[in-house]
């Protein structure tokens, strides 16, 4: 049975159309950014530089009406540069300290290059992607209703990286494995870059920009996935696919129980069940089925696992180790 749709499902959609025209031939980085801000999640995009991973997120948020902040990660960063600090002001001659908010007080935070700054500046988004909170200064402030952390990063084995804590990776939502794009999607990046320099007046940029999604549209999208019906056996499934990075032993002539040395936590069956029905939404539907679930096991789980040595040595990636969990755990039982 389909769902009737709403506005906030055509304002969704539209945005999803609008970010699918600035990044050809990454719909499914689209489709994560879309999903992630159904679900209040974050998104960590990785990639080699040049794959359009910050074009995307700045695609997202032109497209929205919704404040937006960047911060530039580097091995100098502090922790204050993100959360914000108190300044020293004179107010009718008698000196006081006031709050300036960091930019991590936006509704879309791009975290450019994350794993190029040490740890500590990291674990200052910490708090704020699990509860939705900043401590500065001595006080615990409320971020807006609609917050999400976009991060990207080059990959670990590139020059001047810090690898994310496990602590760290396991509050995003969503990892996205941003490729280079094929012959064809890059002949159509030089024409799109080559329309965009073309535009001689701010009205055609306008024009190329003339979608804005309000925050109410989203709040209203987010809302919705609480009707969106998940079956016991479709729970099962979910706790099942988690479960089995803990109990690697019981499934015979698998590979993945030599591949796994730390399993996924349950930050992961919450996150696997809210993408589900986030999917299941944008297609249409009131309820979830195995294809939602399996739509979205690669970037909700991947980044989640921890691999053995035996995995590395052989050269074994997450997504060989989610295709194998989703060949040998069973659907139904």
Same mark, same amino acid.
């Given at each position: 049975m389909e769902i009737r749709v709403n506005s906030s499902q055509t304002a969704v959609s539209s945005l999803y159309t609008s970010v699918c025209k600035s990044i050809v031939g990454q719909e499914h980085v689209a489709k994560s950014l879309i999903i992630a801000l159904l679900t209040r999640g974050h998104v960590l995009l990785e990639g080699l530089p040049g794959t359009a991973k910050t074009r995307s997120i700045k695609a997202l948020a032109e497209s929205m009406q919704a404040n937006f902040g960047r911060v530039q990660f580097t091995p100098d960063l502090l922790p204050s540069d993100v959360t914000g600090s108190e300044v020293y002001r004179e107010v009718a001659g008698k000196p006081q300290l006031d709050f300036q908010p960091g930019p991590i007080f936006n509704n879309i935070v791009l975290a450019d290059e994350i794993n190029r700054a040490p740890a500590k500046v990291q674990a200052a988004l910490l708090e704020a992607m699990a509860e939705g909170t900043v401590t500065a200064a001595g006080q615990t402030r409320k971020l807006p209703d609609l917050f999400m952390v976009l991060a990207t990063q080059n990959p670990v084995?590139?020059?001047?990286?810090?690898?994310?804590?496990?602590?760290?990776? @396991?509050?995003?939502?969503?990892?996205? *494995? %941003?490729?280079?794009? +094929?012959? #064809?999607?890059?002949?159509?990046? =030089?024409?799109?870059?080559?329309?965009?320099?073309?535009?001689?007046?701010?009205?055609?940029?306008?024009?190329?920009?003339?979608?804005?999604?309000?925050?109410?549209?989203?709040?209203?999208?987010?809302?919705?996935?609480?009707?969106?019906?998940?079956?016991?056996?479709?729970?099962?499934?979910?706790? @099942?696919?988690?479960?089995?990075?803990? *109990? %690697?032993?019981?499934? +015979?002539? #698998?590979?993945?129980?030599?591949? =796994?040395?730390?399993?996924?936590?349950?930050?992961?069956?919450?996150?696997?069940?809210?993408?589900?029905?986030?999917?299941?939404?944008?297609?249409?539907?009131?309820?979830?089925?195995?294809?939602?679930?399996?739509?979205?096991?690669?970037?909700?789980?991947?980044?989640?696992?921890?691999?053995?040595?035996?995995?590395?040595?052989l050269g074994i990636k997450p997504e060989q180790v989610v295709d194998d969990l989703l060949k040998y755990v069973p659907y139904g039982q």
């Open positions: 084995d590139q020059e001047g990286t810090y690898p994310l804590p496990e602590a760290q990776m @396991d509050r995003f939502t969503l990892k996205v *494995n %941003v490729a280079y794009p +094929d012959k #064809a999607a890059e002949l159509a990046i =030089i024409k799109l870059v080559r329309q965009e320099e073309s535009a001689t007046s701010k009205e055609d940029q306008a024009d190329s920009n003339m979608l804005m999604v309000s925050p109410t549209d989203i709040l209203a999208g987010q809302q919705a996935l609480a009707d969106i019906y998940v079956s016991p056996v479709m729970e099962n499934y979910i706790v @099942d696919l988690i479960m089995a990075t803990r *109990n %690697v032993d019981i499934y +015979d002539n #698998a590979h993945f129980p030599d591949w =796994i040395e730390v399993g996924a936590s349950p930050r992961a069956s919450i996150a696997l069940d809210r993408c589900s029905r986030a999917h299941a939404w944008l297609d249409g539907r009131d309820f979830v089925c195995p294809d939602d679930v399996r739509a979205v096991l690669h970037c909700v789980l991947g980044h989640r696992l921890i691999l053995s040595y035996n995995a590395a040595a």
